[in-house]
């Protein structure tokens, strides 16, 4: 009987000193101001305001594996009436944090939960990621590995949410002048063909990488063999284009896919006899903000 009184007493003691912690705790922290929470005076809303450059695990849709793991980097933002001083920051990690792994299903979920939680009328998130794709060389058909940057983008405006995708295509073009005016040869450099689509339905990102890269002069390889390099060359000769070129040939293609409803392809030179890019750009309809 001792010692079970004993051990009684202790438990109580143990269950009283947490109490008084909690208690403790709970004082304390309705003690803490909150700062952010404070009326502001100057009378001027924010458009945006948010985290940047947050890293966390994705998972997305894979044409020939089913899907892929990547890691992605996130903007998260929303907008802040005139008479908020400041938004919860911690919050946006909280979201964030969820899941173990966002996916491209999850995304949208993500950003309606983001802007109720935050009580905003407009949040916009921005997910970015590489995407690997496994590629035959043309001529030896020795397998490597290309990445592409993608990136996923979803505004969120009252009830109505809008998302678009978004990939960076390394490609080859060839310059029409240089090989019309020179006697022997045609300066080429590498380039990018960017494609962000606002989907009507369901879109493979592989196929608007298809698309970009049947457009240019050449597509890239992770690595070719000499009859390899001969064959890119060699194409990219017969198949010379300016980047405005570039960008009414991919416009064409997107203009006639019924689920896409609006676009903007760019396409940028990084000039091999300049020191400086050419760029042009073709817009279609809504374009993310």
């Known amino acids: 009987m001792g010692s079970a009184g004993a051990a009684s007493d202790a438990h109580g003691e143990r269950c009283a000193l947490v109490n008084d912690v ?46 892929q793991h990547t890691i992605a980097n996130f903007n ?20 964030l944090h969820t ?15 983001m802007t109720a ?8 998130i921005e997910m970015s990621f590489p995407f690997f794709i496994m590629k035959k060389a043309p001529v030896s058909g020795v397998k490597s590995l290309m990445d ?9 405006c009252g009830t109505r949410t809008t998302t678009w ?14 090989k019309r005016i020179s006697a022997y040869g045609a300066h080429n450099q590498r380039s990018h063909i960017t494609i962000t689509a606002k989907l009507k339905s369901h879109i493979w990102l592989e196929e608007l990488i298809d698309i970009a890269e049947s457009e240019a002069s050449s597509q890239l390889y992770g690595i070719l063999k000499r009859p390899d ?5 060699e194409h990219a000769y017969d198949h010379p284009k300016f980047v405005e070129d570039m960008v009414r040939d991919v416009a064409g ?27 042009a750009r073709i817009e279609k309809g809504e374009q993310p903000g």
């Open 117 to 124: 939680r935050l009580e905003a009328q407009v949040g916009h």
């Open 165 to 178: 995708l978004r990939v960076v295509v390394p490609v080859t073009s060839l310059c029409p002048c240089s």
């Open 253 to 279: 293609r997107l203009t006639g896919d019924t689920r896409i409803a609006a676009y903007g392809v760019e396409a940028e030179n990084f000039e091999s006899i300049h020191n400086h890019s050419a760029y």
């Open 229 to 233: 390099e001969k064959y890119v060359t």
């Open 148 to 156: 592409y940057q993608a990136s996923l983008i979803g505004e969120r």
């Open 99 to 113: 899941e173990r792994e966002i996916s491209v299903e999850s995304f949208r979920a993500m950003l309606e939960k």
């Open 22 to 67: 909690s208690d403790k705790t709970k004082h304390l922290a309705s003690e803490v101001e909150d700062v952010q929470g404070r009326p502001d005076t100057r009378q001027l809303p924010i458009n945006r305001v948010g985290i940047k450059d947050i890293n966390h695990p994705v998972r997305v849709k894979d044409r020939a594996a089913g899907e």
């Open 76 to 95: 998260m933002y929303v907008n802040l009436p005139h008479n908020f001083k400041g938004t919860h920051m911690s919050r946006f990690i909280e979201i």
